[in-house]
């Protein structure tokens, strides 16, 4: 059974900064893409960033050139580094990892930007 453990979210202020991690088991992690999903309250969920395992990233124009994806595959754990965070930013962020063509999903952590 795959398990996604997120940490990192919280309360920030606009133009601050916040890193989310996501971590699992290393017998699926180093194969397998990674990605960040976010959903604000009445929007759907959209792709934030992914990147495959062989560190070939995709980031959403929304956040290209604030946000960063990378792997550690030493700590089997993918991090999403957010930078110059807007009020618009607020949205649960969950954590993917996409495996034989299914996506498995993290429980969700709450990122909060203050104006």
């Known amino acids: 059974q795959v398990q996604l453990v997120e940490s990192g979210g919280g309360l920030v202020q606009a133009g601050g900064s916040l890193r989310l991690s996501c971590a699992t088991s290393a017998s699926i992690f180093r194969r397998n893409t990674m990605g960040w999903y976010r959903q604000a309250p009445g929007k759907e969920r959209e792709l934030v960033a992914r990147i495959t395992s062989g560190g070939s990233t995709d980031i959403a124009d929304s956040v290209k050139g604030r946000f960063t994806i990378s792997r550690d595959n030493a700590k089997n754990t993918v991090y999403l580094q957010m930078t110059s965070l807007k009020p618009e930013d607020t949205a649960v962020y969950y954590c993917?990892?996409?495996?034989?063509?299914?996506?498995?999903w993290g429980q969700g952590t709450q990122v909060t930007v203050s104006s």
């Open positions: 993917t990892l996409t495996r034989y063509g299914q996506d498995y």
